[in-house]
């Protein structure tokens, strides 16, 4: 896992902030689950109101509060948290999204977008990306939204 772009603890810390968000984020939920207040959640975790009050709606609509995703997977087992057998053995079987263009100027990410990033980054090797590819290729993609000169637009 070389990357020439950053060091090995600029990779780290980046990747211990990541985790740090999601893990902090399921402590609010938790806690909110168990019946404390917005207040005290946010005096236990020593986070904003405001990050305490946007779990709680996410919980109130019914959404999941950072579900795990491969970018999670990948940077669990680069700070030593999982095994890479175990990080692979999920990958292998994830229910990859992928993402698409959509409008002229908007991008909707797939969860296939982790894993090609953060090989990108050096967070996986050659090896394991080119083993989840094989696996990936084969599955269907959405199209892209056609542009506008696709769909007969012309101009005024």
């Known amino acids: 896992m070389k990357n020439s772009r950053f060091t090995i ?40 109101p405001r990050f305490v009050a946007h779990v709680g709606q996410q919980m109130q609509r019914g959404e999941l509060v950072r579900p795990e995703t491969p970018e999670e997977l990948i940077f669990r087992r680069f700070l030593g948290q999982i095994s890479s057998q175990e990080m692979m053995d999920r990958l292998r079987t994830w229910p990859y999204t992928f993402g698409r263009l959509r409008g002229y100027d908007g991008y909707e990410r797939g969860s296939w977008d982790d894993v090609d990033g953060l090989h990108g980054l050096g967070y996986l090797s050659d090896q394991e990306y080119t083993e989840l590819r094989a696996i990936t290729d084969p599955m269907p993609k959405p199209p892209d939204d056609p542009m506008p000169w696709e769909k007969g637009w012309q101009p005024q």
């Open 9 to 48: 603890e600029e990779m780290r810390e980046t990747a211990a902030e990541v985790l740090a968000r999601f893990d902090r984020d399921r402590e609010i939920q938790h806690l909110l689950r168990q019946g404390l207040t917005p207040q005290q959640v946010a005096e236990r975790t020593g986070s904003e």
